[in-house]
């Protein structure tokens, strides 16, 4: 790579990308260290938009905006997305850190904190157990905006989620301290936000199999037709052209029953390699140019 200010770092063998990170940040001697993905394109002045809030020395973590663009480079309409960023930037007034967004975030050198063991979801562990332990202010500047190019296809979307999930329940034996009563409002939001969605498959299960044992009762056996056709509503919105409002809550409803079988299955590959960090990217179509969607969304 031809110039001055850019140096790449070679890694010969496979060990996981937060293992990697952490022998690479290991090598760079700046006093802030941005952190991003291969796929992911900036907007023009982000990197000087997110590094501005370091000259309030109490500030040591900042992420900015993630937005959703298909092959094209147009902006895609995810609700699930929409809420995840809305819920982000209501627990960052409060000052709660519950990982950033992976696509552009930026943590002082000196607070980086290594997990002691191996994980998945860097963009969870790392700015949390930085957080946790030095109890640095944070900050969140959506006029800093990255680009995150969809995974292009349901298949594609399975795998990255599974992933996720076994990453998600692998993390738990890192940020244990944060359930200790000085990090008690983290636990709660935690829990909240967090722990009550990667366990939603099996409530959704116990859900199941208990209004079937109770459906000889008039009022369960109306709830279990319920089930049954929002479960139907979402198997049609896995075939439904991805247009228009008329298919729209179909959609909906297959995004929610795809995340919770992905968790499912990460569930239990997780339980069968707890240490596997090791994962094939997710192949996804080149990407096209942002100008659109800047435009779109300022």
């Known amino acids: 790579m031809d110039h001055p200010h850019v140096r790449a770092v070679a890694f010969s063998e496979r060990r996981g990308k937060t293992r990697t990170l952490v022998d690479a940040v290991q090598q760079v001697d700046s006093d802030v260290i941005l952190f991003t993905d291969a796929t992911n394109q900036f907007e023009q002045d982000s990197i000087r938009h997110l590094v501005r809030h370091f000259a ?4 040591g973590i900042v992420t900015g905006k993630v937005a959703l663009i298909d092959e094209r480079g147009e902006p895609l309409e995810s609700v699930y997305w929409d809420i995840a960023m809305m819920i982000r930037r209501s627990e960052m007034r409060l000052g709660i850190m519950l990982g950033a967004n992976g696509p552009i975030y930026a943590i002082r050198r000196e607070l980086f904190v290594a997990p002691t063991s191996p994980v998945i979801n860097d963009d969870l562990v790392l700015p949390m157990l930085a957080h946790l332990r030095h109890g640095c202010g944070i900050a969140h500047d959506e006029t800093a905006r990255a680009y995150m190019l969809s995974s292009g296809g349901l298949t594609s979307e399975f795998r990255r989620r599974r992933r996720i ?20 409002k983290h636990a709660i939001a935690f829990t909240s ?12 299960v116990i859900l199941l199999l208990t ?11 109306l709830f ?34 795809v995340l919770n079988l992905a968790l499912l299955a990460g569930f239990f590959r997780w339980v069968r390699h707890p240490q596997n960090v ?10 096209g140019k942002t100008p659109m969607v800047q435009q779109e969304l300022r």
Do not use: C
């Open 193 to 204: 936000h967090k722990l009550l969605r990667w366990i939603g498959p099996f409530l959704l």
């Open 278 to 287: 090791v994962w094939n990217p997710t192949v996804r179509p080149a990407p």
């Open 165 to 184: 999930g076994a990453g998600a329940f692998q993390s738990l034996t890192v940020l244990t301290e944060m359930f200790r009563w000085r990090h008690a």
């Open 224 to 257: 279990l037709w319920t089930q049954a056709a929002a479960y139907l509503l979402a198997v049609v919105g896995l075939f439904a052209p991805n247009r228009g409002h008329a298919t729209r809550f179909a959609r909906i409803a297959s995004s929610f029953l």
């Open 211 to 221: 209004n079937l044992a109770l459906a000889s009762d008039p009022v369960y056996r």
């Open 56 to 59: 309030d020395p109490h500030t």
